[in-house]
């Protein structure tokens, strides 16, 4: 995969309202495009307006960090920050460039709470700064309570069974290695949970397979989790709305029709197939003493 060093101009984003999941007020992300190359990923298409390929890496991003991050500080503007919210912090070439690892650093500097998603085994790598992270980071008065927490690490499957993996994240470590990941942060005393996102139609969405999601998640520490559907945008060769279908002919062909119907029109299914999924998620995470969501 191409890789480009870029100087940003920004890293730091405050969203204008907090994200209503993973309560999140800003994100940064030290890269930009993501190797793993899930099918249904939609950061390499134009739903963004971006359209290209490769990996670029924000070589003064940890630098900005800082001036913004001081800034905000001063202020005393403290919120969660998504790091890596559009991407994948952990990629194999964080190994080489350290970037996440240098915004952590930042983000404990300036006692700010953070938030990683991640789908790598990397993050091992920096459990010691996540647990510093965790004890010393400011939290807004709203959420002392729930989560309370300085670090939120969540961990992403859109499938335990490895053989899906290989073909819809053919770039990402396998989901035992995730659970084990998960296991492992949770068991240093991070709070860790599961976000089944996205939930692949006809695939990952039965209720046996829900169910044993549910009890792999607790199995392996997650204290929450959270489940979604699809979404396939665009209709240029690259967006995922493209990908994925491509990815159907070749291994789940007789899957191609039912797929157009559920995706009639739309980059979802019907709303009644999303309230369906949400409601039998929730049941089983309380099956299994889930928290559902950070809240
Ligand atoms: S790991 Fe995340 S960012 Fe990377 S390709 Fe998969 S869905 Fe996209």
């Avoid at 006692?111 to 085994?121: A, L, N, W």
């Avoid at 091992?124 to 670090?151: F, V």
Wanted: proline share 6%.
């Amino acid at each position: 995969m191409k890789v480009t060093e870029i100087r940003a101009k920004s890293i730091l984003n405050r969203h204008k309202k907090r994200d209503d999941w993973f309560l999140d007020d800003y994100s940064a992300n030290p890269y930009g495009g993501c190797s793993f190359n899930c099918v249904y990923c939609y950061i390499r298409g134009s739903k963004y307006g971006t359209d290209k390929q490769g990996i670029s890496v924000k070589v003064n991003g940890p630098e900005l960090l800082r001036k913004q991050l001081k800034r905000r500080a001063e202020r005393g503007e403290y919120g969660i920050i998504a790091l890596g919210s559009a991407t994948e912090p952990y990629m194999p070439i964080e190994e080489k460039y350290g970037l996440t690892r240098k915004s952590l650093e930042i983000i404990l500097e300036f006692r700010f709470p953070v938030e990683v998603g991640t789908k790598s085994t990397l993050i091992l790598r920096d459990l010691d700064l996540l647990k510093e992270i965790d004890r010393n980071a400011c939290l807004p008065e709203d959420l002392k309570r729930k989560p309370g927490r300085g670090a939120i690490v969540i961990f992403s499957f859109s499938t335990l069974n490895a053989d899906l993996a290989g073909i819809f994240e053919p770039g990402a470590p396998e989901p035992e290695e995730r659970l084990e990941t998960m296991k492992k942060c949770s068991e240093a005393g991070l709070l860790a949970g599961a976000a089944f996102i996205p939930i692949l139609p006809f695939l990952s969405d039965s209720e046996e397979t829900l169910d044993e999601m549910m009890g792999k998640a607790r199995d392996y520490g997650a204290r929450f989790v959270f489940v979604g559907g699809l979404t396939l945008f665009g209709n240029k060769p690259s967006d995922c709305r493209m990908t994925y279908f491509r990815t159907l002919e070749r291994h789940f062909p007789e899957l191609v029709p039912p797929y157009k119907r559920l995706f009639l029109g739309s980059f979802a299914p019907p709303r009644t197939y999303q309230r369906e999924l949400e409601k039998r998620a929730r049941e089983l995470a309380s099956k299994y003493g889930l928290q559902y969501g950070l809240t």
